[in-house]
């Protein structure tokens, strides 16, 4: 079946670092990707919809100039969390459809920890 | 997308059928019904989707009522592995939109 691979499954890191997350289609091509964030014992929110080659659209309260997201292929959807801090410490989990009226699949997430 | 109610909890007997309800009385002629599950520290995973017929494949089934205003998720033979939230979506297939998660059902399975 359809799978999607999200890399690295954990980051610790200080606060002000960037962090760059991975999302990939291994084995379909999508044009549309989503990213959600997950904070402990909620469920998931999401954050932003990836088009390839265009710019992604962001959910209300997402600050877009913090959370950067590339859609520069079909496979391949990054979320870059710019200048961390403790409380961008979450669960992010992107997703990917493989068409219209196929059902989304969903990475295994990125535990991102912020000292 | 139509909203829907979950019972937050349900407890399942290893071995036995698990049962979910899902209430979905909104629900408006072109929506499916989708369920997916979140084991702890994972992806939420796809389980099964349908329109109004009932549908079953390798992990479950799902029941809908003739009315399509409520539907029943089934896991015939539920092992400890099947603990985990437990989500009902509805939404139009066609849509380019991506899925919305409510609360869920966390279902517990215990020997």
């Known amino acids: 079946g359809a799978v999607v691979s999200q890399h690295p499954s954990r980051v610790i890191c200080k606060s002000g670092t960037s962090v760059k997350i991975e999302c990939r289609s291994l084995?379909?091509?999508?044009?549309?990707m989503f990213w959600y964030r997950q904070f402990p014992k909620q469920s998931l929110m999401l954050m932003a919809t990836s088009n390839e080659g265009s710019k992604a659209t962001y959910e209300q309260g997402v600050e877009k100039d913090k959370f950067l997201i590339n859609h520069a292929s079909l496979t391949l959807s990054t979320l870059t969390v710019t200048s961390a801090h403790p409380e961008d410490s979450s669960f992010y989990i992107c997703s990917a459809r493989q068409g219209v009226g196929q059902p989304q699949h969903f990475g295994d997430g990125t535990r991102l920890s912020i000292l | 997308d139509a909203k829907t109610t979950q019972p937050p909890s349900m407890d399942c007997a290893e071995g036995r059928a698990a049962n979910l309800p899902c209430n979905h009385s909104t629900i408006s002629g072109n929506e499916y019904v989708y369920w997916y599950r979140q084991i702890h520290s994972q992806g939420p995973q796809y389980i099964i989707h349908g329109l109004k017929n009932n549908e079953t494949n390798e992990m479950a089934s799902l029941i809908i009522t003739e009315d399509r205003k409520s539907s029943t998720l089934i896991l015939p033979h539920a092992t400890l592995r099947d603990t985990a939230v437990y989500y009902c979506i509805v939404r139009v297939t066609q849509a380019g939109t991506a899925l919305i998660f409510g609360k869920g059902t966390t279902l517990s399975v215990s020997s």
């Open positions: 084995d379909f091509q999508a044009t549309t």
